[in-house]
Protein backbone atom coordinates (compact mmCIF):
# COMPACT_ATOMS: atom_id res chain seq x y z
CA UNK A 1 0.00 0.00 0.00
CA UNK A 2 1.07 3.58 -0.49
CA UNK A 3 2.49 5.80 2.12
CA UNK A 4 -1.24 7.50 2.91
CA UNK A 5 -1.27 10.69 1.82
CA UNK A 6 -2.51 12.29 -0.96
CA UNK A 7 -3.56 16.52 -2.73
CA UNK A 8 -7.25 16.41 -4.08
CA UNK A 9 -7.73 19.16 -6.79
CA UNK A 10 -11.27 20.07 -6.69
CA UNK A 11 -12.60 20.63 -10.39
CA UNK A 12 -15.97 21.68 -9.22
CA UNK A 13 -14.45 24.05 -6.58
CA UNK A 14 -11.96 25.91 -9.39
CA UNK A 15 -15.19 26.26 -11.57
CA UNK A 16 -17.64 27.77 -8.73
CA UNK A 17 -14.70 29.73 -8.07
CA UNK A 18 -14.14 31.08 -11.39
CA UNK A 19 -17.76 31.77 -11.46
CA UNK A 20 -17.54 34.25 -8.58
CA UNK A 21 -14.61 35.77 -10.13
CA UNK A 22 -17.12 36.81 -12.94
CA UNK A 23 -20.16 37.89 -11.11
CA UNK A 24 -17.38 39.88 -9.33
CA UNK A 25 -16.45 41.77 -11.96
CA UNK A 26 -19.04 41.27 -14.69
CA UNK A 27 -17.77 44.23 -17.00
CA UNK A 28 -14.30 42.84 -17.53
CA UNK A 29 -12.58 40.11 -19.46
CA UNK A 30 -11.04 37.53 -16.96
CA UNK A 31 -7.55 36.21 -16.86
CA UNK A 32 -6.94 33.60 -15.21
CA UNK A 33 -3.88 33.61 -13.27
CA UNK A 34 -1.79 29.87 -13.94
CA UNK A 35 1.51 31.03 -13.12
CA UNK A 36 4.01 28.70 -10.99
CA UNK A 37 2.16 25.70 -11.63
CA UNK A 38 -1.31 26.98 -11.22
CA UNK A 39 -0.25 27.69 -8.00
CA UNK A 40 0.73 24.32 -7.15
CA UNK A 41 -2.52 22.35 -8.60
CA UNK A 42 -1.27 21.52 -12.22
CA UNK A 43 -1.42 23.54 -15.23
CA UNK A 44 -2.99 20.14 -17.13
CA UNK A 45 -5.34 19.44 -14.04
CA UNK A 46 -6.67 22.94 -13.81
CA UNK A 47 -7.16 24.02 -17.61
CA UNK A 48 -10.24 21.66 -18.43
CA UNK A 49 -12.48 23.55 -15.38
CA UNK A 50 -10.54 26.88 -15.90
CA UNK A 51 -11.56 26.96 -19.83
CA UNK A 52 -14.15 29.47 -18.90
CA UNK A 53 -11.67 32.02 -18.34
CA UNK A 54 -10.82 34.87 -21.25
CA UNK A 55 -7.33 33.85 -21.41
CA UNK A 56 -5.08 32.67 -19.04
CA UNK A 57 -1.54 34.20 -17.23
CA UNK A 58 1.28 33.11 -16.86
CA UNK A 59 5.00 33.89 -16.77
CA UNK A 60 6.83 30.94 -17.62
CA UNK A 61 7.45 30.15 -21.40
CA UNK A 62 7.35 26.57 -21.18
CA UNK A 63 3.71 27.05 -19.13
CA UNK A 64 2.68 28.75 -21.82
CA UNK A 65 3.89 26.40 -24.25
CA UNK A 66 2.11 23.67 -22.38
CA UNK A 67 -1.34 25.19 -22.45
CA UNK A 68 -0.79 25.46 -26.83
CA UNK A 69 -0.21 22.17 -26.31
CA UNK A 70 -3.26 21.36 -23.93
CA UNK A 71 -4.94 23.04 -27.42
CA UNK A 72 -5.98 26.60 -25.87
CA UNK A 73 -6.04 29.19 -28.68
CA UNK A 74 -7.31 31.71 -26.96
CA UNK A 75 -5.59 34.63 -25.26
CA UNK A 76 -2.55 33.81 -23.10
CA UNK A 77 -0.60 36.68 -21.43
CA UNK A 78 3.08 36.66 -19.87
CA UNK A 79 2.86 38.62 -16.92
CA UNK A 80 6.88 39.52 -16.64
CA UNK A 81 7.19 39.68 -20.29
CA UNK A 82 10.43 38.44 -22.41
CA UNK A 83 13.22 37.51 -20.31
CA UNK A 84 15.34 37.46 -23.32
CA UNK A 85 15.45 38.76 -26.87
CA UNK A 86 15.07 35.08 -28.43
CA UNK A 87 11.82 34.76 -25.94
CA UNK A 88 9.95 37.27 -28.53
CA UNK A 89 10.45 34.12 -31.20
CA UNK A 90 8.04 31.61 -29.22
CA UNK A 91 5.95 35.08 -28.25
CA UNK A 92 5.52 35.22 -32.32
CA UNK A 93 5.29 31.30 -32.73
CA UNK A 94 2.47 31.11 -30.48
CA UNK A 95 0.68 33.93 -30.42
CA UNK A 96 1.34 34.78 -27.05
CA UNK A 97 0.71 38.86 -25.61
CA UNK A 98 3.22 39.95 -23.48
CA UNK A 99 3.95 42.81 -21.06
CA UNK A 100 6.92 45.22 -21.61
CA UNK A 101 7.78 46.57 -18.37
CA UNK A 102 11.29 48.25 -19.35
CA UNK A 103 13.11 49.98 -21.91
CA UNK A 104 15.03 46.72 -22.50
CA UNK A 105 12.24 44.93 -23.39
CA UNK A 106 11.28 47.40 -26.36
CA UNK A 107 14.96 47.44 -28.01
CA UNK A 108 14.56 43.55 -28.40
CA UNK A 109 11.13 44.15 -29.74
CA UNK A 110 12.69 46.68 -32.04
CA UNK A 111 15.22 44.02 -33.08
CA UNK A 112 12.57 41.43 -33.38
CA UNK A 113 12.34 39.80 -36.95
CA UNK A 114 8.24 38.78 -37.41
CA UNK A 115 5.67 38.99 -39.67
CA UNK A 116 2.98 38.87 -36.80
CA UNK A 117 2.68 41.39 -35.37
CA UNK A 118 2.69 41.60 -31.33
CA UNK A 119 -0.28 42.28 -29.02
CA UNK A 120 1.65 44.11 -25.65
CA UNK A 121 0.44 45.00 -22.32
CA UNK A 122 2.74 48.28 -21.60
CA UNK A 123 3.18 48.25 -17.48
CA UNK A 124 3.34 51.23 -15.44
CA UNK A 125 4.88 51.27 -12.18
CA UNK A 126 1.56 53.29 -9.86
CA UNK A 127 3.66 52.61 -6.59
CA UNK A 128 4.47 49.30 -6.55
CA UNK A 129 7.62 49.81 -7.59
CA UNK A 130 8.47 46.17 -9.08
CA UNK A 131 8.19 46.28 -12.61
CA UNK A 132 7.38 48.86 -14.52
CA UNK A 133 7.53 52.50 -16.29
CA UNK A 134 7.08 55.32 -14.02
CA UNK A 135 4.20 57.82 -14.86
CA UNK A 136 6.72 60.29 -16.05
CA UNK A 137 8.90 57.53 -18.70
CA UNK A 138 5.01 55.64 -19.44
CA UNK A 139 4.81 58.37 -22.26
CA UNK A 140 8.19 57.71 -24.52
CA UNK A 141 7.65 54.18 -23.95
CA UNK A 142 4.23 54.15 -25.30
CA UNK A 143 5.16 56.28 -28.33
CA UNK A 144 8.83 54.01 -28.69
CA UNK A 145 6.02 50.66 -28.78
CA UNK A 146 3.63 52.32 -31.12
CA UNK A 147 6.32 53.17 -33.80
CA UNK A 148 7.34 49.76 -33.98
CA UNK A 149 6.12 47.64 -37.25
CA UNK A 150 6.40 44.26 -34.57
CA UNK A 151 3.78 45.73 -31.92
CA UNK A 152 0.01 45.71 -33.58
CA UNK A 153 -1.65 46.79 -30.32
CA UNK A 154 -0.69 48.15 -26.93
CA UNK A 155 -2.92 47.43 -24.08
CA UNK A 156 -2.11 48.69 -20.51
CA UNK A 157 -1.48 47.15 -17.37
CA UNK A 158 -0.22 47.78 -13.67
CA UNK A 159 -0.32 46.12 -10.44
CA UNK A 160 -1.84 47.19 -6.94
CA UNK A 161 0.61 46.76 -4.12
CA UNK A 162 -2.38 47.00 -1.12
CA UNK A 163 -5.66 45.63 -2.49
CA UNK A 164 -6.20 43.36 0.06
CA UNK A 165 -5.31 45.87 3.50
CA UNK A 166 -6.08 49.44 4.65
CA UNK A 167 -4.30 51.54 2.10
CA UNK A 168 -6.03 50.31 -0.58
CA UNK A 169 -5.77 51.07 -4.57
CA UNK A 170 -7.25 54.76 -4.48
CA UNK A 171 -3.77 56.39 -4.66
CA UNK A 172 -2.63 54.06 -7.56
CA UNK A 173 -5.60 54.31 -9.36
CA UNK A 174 -5.10 57.82 -9.67
CA UNK A 175 -1.71 57.69 -10.60
CA UNK A 176 -2.72 54.98 -12.91
CA UNK A 177 -5.79 57.27 -14.58
CA UNK A 178 -3.72 60.70 -14.77
CA UNK A 179 -0.88 58.90 -16.72
CA UNK A 180 -2.87 57.20 -18.98
CA UNK A 181 -5.57 59.47 -19.61
CA UNK A 182 -4.91 60.18 -23.13
CA UNK A 183 -3.64 56.88 -24.22
CA UNK A 184 -5.65 55.06 -26.20
CA UNK A 185 -6.09 50.65 -25.24
CA UNK A 186 -7.68 48.31 -22.93
CA UNK A 187 -7.04 48.56 -19.40
CA UNK A 188 -5.87 45.79 -16.85
CA UNK A 189 -6.48 46.13 -13.32
CA UNK A 190 -6.75 43.98 -10.44
CA UNK A 191 -5.82 40.89 -8.47
CA UNK A 192 -7.91 38.86 -6.59
CA UNK A 193 -8.52 41.24 -3.38
CA UNK A 194 -8.90 44.10 -5.67
CA UNK A 195 -11.55 41.95 -7.81
CA UNK A 196 -13.31 40.98 -4.29
CA UNK A 197 -13.03 44.26 -2.43
CA UNK A 198 -12.85 46.85 -5.26
CA UNK A 199 -15.43 45.80 -7.41
CA UNK A 200 -16.42 49.38 -8.97
CA UNK A 201 -12.81 49.45 -10.31
CA UNK A 202 -13.36 50.04 -14.03
CA UNK A 203 -10.91 47.79 -15.99
CA UNK A 204 -11.11 46.03 -19.16
CA UNK A 205 -9.05 43.11 -17.93
CA UNK A 206 -9.09 41.54 -14.65
CA UNK A 207 -6.66 38.94 -13.05
CA UNK A 208 -7.89 36.44 -10.68
CA UNK A 209 -4.94 34.08 -9.40
CA UNK A 210 -5.87 33.06 -5.61
CA UNK A 211 -9.55 33.39 -5.50
CA UNK A 212 -9.97 30.57 -7.89
CA UNK A 213 -8.14 28.29 -5.84
CA UNK A 214 -10.03 28.40 -2.88
CA UNK A 215 -7.91 31.10 -0.84
CA UNK A 216 -9.12 34.36 0.84
CA UNK A 217 -6.27 36.73 -0.40
CA UNK A 218 -7.89 38.77 2.43
CA UNK A 219 -7.13 36.60 5.22
CA UNK A 220 -8.29 37.05 8.65
CA UNK A 221 -10.24 39.97 7.84
CA UNK A 222 -12.56 37.49 5.67
CA UNK A 223 -12.42 34.19 4.44
CA UNK A 224 -13.68 31.48 2.14
CA UNK A 225 -17.13 31.26 3.20
CA UNK A 226 -17.03 35.25 3.66
CA UNK A 227 -16.42 35.66 -0.39
CA UNK A 228 -18.31 32.18 -1.37
CA UNK A 229 -14.87 30.43 -2.28
CA UNK A 230 -14.38 26.74 -2.19
CA UNK A 231 -10.67 25.12 -1.43
CA UNK A 232 -9.76 23.90 -4.94
CA UNK A 233 -6.78 21.65 -3.03
CA UNK A 234 -7.13 19.33 -0.13
CA UNK A 235 -3.98 17.47 1.47
CA UNK A 236 -5.13 14.75 3.66
CA UNK A 237 -3.53 11.80 5.48
CA UNK A 238 -4.23 9.33 7.80
CA UNK A 239 -3.32 8.31 11.28
CA UNK A 240 -0.63 5.47 11.32
CA UNK A 241 0.17 5.43 14.82
CA UNK A 242 -1.22 6.44 18.77
CA UNK A 243 0.36 7.17 21.45
CA UNK A 244 -1.58 7.68 25.03
CA UNK A 245 0.21 10.20 26.75
CA UNK A 246 0.32 10.61 31.29
CA UNK A 247 1.13 14.25 32.56
CA UNK A 248 4.70 15.25 31.95
CA UNK A 249 4.98 13.31 28.72
CA UNK A 250 6.71 15.10 25.75
CA UNK A 251 5.92 15.02 21.92
CA UNK A 252 8.76 14.59 19.08
CA UNK A 253 11.51 16.52 18.50
CA UNK A 254 13.11 19.08 20.70
CA UNK A 255 10.14 18.05 23.46
CA UNK A 256 8.29 21.30 22.40
CA UNK A 257 4.63 19.61 23.67
CA UNK A 258 4.37 18.57 27.20
CA UNK A 259 1.00 17.02 28.35
CA UNK A 260 -0.75 18.27 30.98
CA UNK A 261 -3.02 15.80 31.58
CA UNK A 262 -3.86 12.19 30.27
CA UNK A 263 -4.69 12.54 26.40
CA UNK A 264 -4.39 10.59 23.36
CA UNK A 265 -2.45 11.65 20.22
CA UNK A 266 -2.46 10.34 16.87
CA UNK A 267 0.56 10.26 14.20
CA UNK A 268 -0.16 11.10 10.98
CA UNK A 269 1.74 10.42 8.01
CA UNK A 270 2.35 13.95 6.93
CA UNK A 271 5.43 16.01 7.31
CA UNK A 272 7.60 18.97 5.97
CA UNK A 273 8.68 16.87 2.95
CA UNK A 274 4.99 16.73 2.07
CA UNK A 275 5.00 20.63 1.77
CA UNK A 276 3.32 21.24 5.72
CA UNK A 277 4.83 24.13 6.89
CA UNK A 278 7.22 22.98 10.31
CA UNK A 279 6.32 26.03 11.01
CA UNK A 280 3.36 25.21 12.58
CA UNK A 281 3.41 25.03 16.21
CA UNK A 282 0.82 23.16 18.43
CA UNK A 283 -2.53 23.33 17.95
CA UNK A 284 -1.92 24.20 14.33
CA UNK A 285 -5.93 23.22 13.31
CA UNK A 286 -6.54 20.11 11.37
CA UNK A 287 -9.93 17.95 10.64
CA UNK A 288 -9.53 14.55 12.28
CA UNK A 289 -12.49 12.16 10.51
CA UNK A 290 -13.95 15.63 9.56
CA UNK A 291 -13.78 17.06 13.39
CA UNK A 292 -11.51 19.87 14.41
CA UNK A 293 -8.66 19.14 16.25
CA UNK A 294 -5.06 20.54 16.28
CA UNK A 295 -1.56 19.91 15.97
CA UNK A 296 0.59 18.74 18.73
CA UNK A 297 4.50 19.56 19.03
CA UNK A 298 7.04 19.77 16.21
CA UNK A 299 6.22 18.84 12.56
CA UNK A 300 8.71 16.04 11.35
CA UNK A 301 9.90 15.24 7.80
CA UNK A 302 7.08 12.68 7.61
CA UNK A 303 5.01 12.73 10.56
CA UNK A 304 2.95 14.83 12.56
CA UNK A 305 1.29 14.60 15.79
CA UNK A 306 -2.27 15.49 16.16
CA UNK A 307 -4.61 15.38 19.60
CA UNK A 308 -7.59 13.06 19.60
CA UNK A 309 -9.55 14.50 22.77
CA UNK A 310 -12.14 16.11 20.53
CA UNK A 311 -12.35 12.82 18.52
CA UNK A 312 -11.95 9.71 21.05
CA UNK A 313 -13.75 7.42 18.38
CA UNK A 314 -10.34 7.51 15.84
CA UNK A 315 -7.49 5.73 15.57
CA UNK A 316 -5.27 4.32 13.05
CA UNK A 317 -6.59 4.67 9.73
CA UNK A 318 -8.52 7.59 10.51
CA UNK A 319 -8.65 10.40 7.93
CA UNK A 320 -6.79 13.53 8.60
CA UNK A 321 -7.39 16.59 6.10
CA UNK A 322 -4.47 19.15 6.70
CA UNK A 323 -5.96 21.41 4.69
CA UNK A 324 -9.02 21.62 2.09
CA UNK A 325 -12.31 19.32 2.35
CA UNK A 326 -12.80 16.89 4.83
CA UNK A 327 -15.51 14.01 5.46
CA UNK A 328 -19.63 15.08 5.64
CA UNK A 329 -19.15 19.27 4.15
CA UNK A 330 -16.20 19.95 6.75
CA UNK A 331 -14.18 22.31 5.73
CA UNK A 332 -10.50 23.61 6.62
CA UNK A 333 -8.78 26.44 5.18
CA UNK A 334 -5.62 26.47 3.56
CA UNK A 335 -5.30 29.98 4.94
CA UNK A 336 -5.65 29.21 8.54
CA UNK A 337 -3.26 26.64 8.84
CA UNK A 338 -0.87 29.20 6.88
CA UNK A 339 -1.67 31.98 9.49
CA UNK A 340 -0.26 29.38 11.98
CA UNK A 341 3.06 29.07 9.89
CA UNK A 342 3.04 32.93 9.90
CA UNK A 343 2.56 33.01 5.91
CA UNK A 344 -0.24 33.24 3.29
CA UNK A 345 -2.22 30.22 1.31
CA UNK A 346 -0.31 31.19 -1.63
CA UNK A 347 2.68 29.19 -0.52
CA UNK A 348 1.43 26.41 1.17
CA UNK A 349 -0.66 25.55 -2.41
CA UNK A 350 2.92 26.43 -4.10
CA UNK A 351 4.72 24.51 -2.12
CA UNK A 352 2.73 20.85 -2.41
CA UNK A 353 5.37 18.32 -3.05
CA UNK A 354 6.10 16.78 -5.74
CA UNK A 355 6.11 13.23 -3.72
CA UNK A 356 2.24 13.31 -3.07
CA UNK A 357 0.36 11.88 -5.37
CA UNK A 358 -2.52 13.86 -7.03
CA UNK A 359 -5.40 13.21 -7.63
CA UNK A 360 -8.27 15.29 -9.61
CA UNK A 361 -11.75 14.94 -8.61
C1 LIG B 1 0.21 36.85 -9.48
C2 LIG B 1 -0.33 38.05 -10.14
C3 LIG B 1 -1.70 38.28 -10.13
C4 LIG B 1 -2.68 37.43 -9.37
O1 LIG B 1 -2.64 37.78 -8.02
P1 LIG B 1 -3.64 37.10 -6.97
O2 LIG B 1 -3.37 37.84 -5.72
O3 LIG B 1 -3.21 35.68 -6.87
O4 LIG B 1 -4.99 37.25 -7.51
C5 LIG B 1 -2.16 39.37 -10.84
N1 LIG B 1 -1.33 40.18 -11.51
C6 LIG B 1 0.01 40.00 -11.51
C7 LIG B 1 0.89 40.94 -12.25
C8 LIG B 1 0.56 38.93 -10.82
O5 LIG B 1 1.88 38.74 -10.83
Redesign the pocket.
Known sequence: MPRPIEALIHTDALAHNLARARAAAPDARLWV?V?ANA?GHGLERVYEPLRAADGF?L?DLDEASRLRELGWRGPVLL?EGAFEPRDLELCSRLNLWHVVHCEAQIDWLGRHKTHQGHRVFLKMNSGMNRLGFTPTALRSAWARLNALPQVDEISL?S?FSDADGPRGIAHQVAVFDTATRDLPGERSLA???AILRHPGLKADWV?????TYGSA?DFPEHDLAHWGLQPAMTLRARIIGTQQLQPGDTVGYASRFTADRPMRIGVVSCGYADGYPRLCGTGTPVLVDGVRSGTVGRVSMDMLAVDLSPVPQAGLGSEVTLWGRGPRQSVLAIDEVARAAGTIG?ELMCALAQRVPVTVV
Open positions: VKYALLVHNSARAGILPY
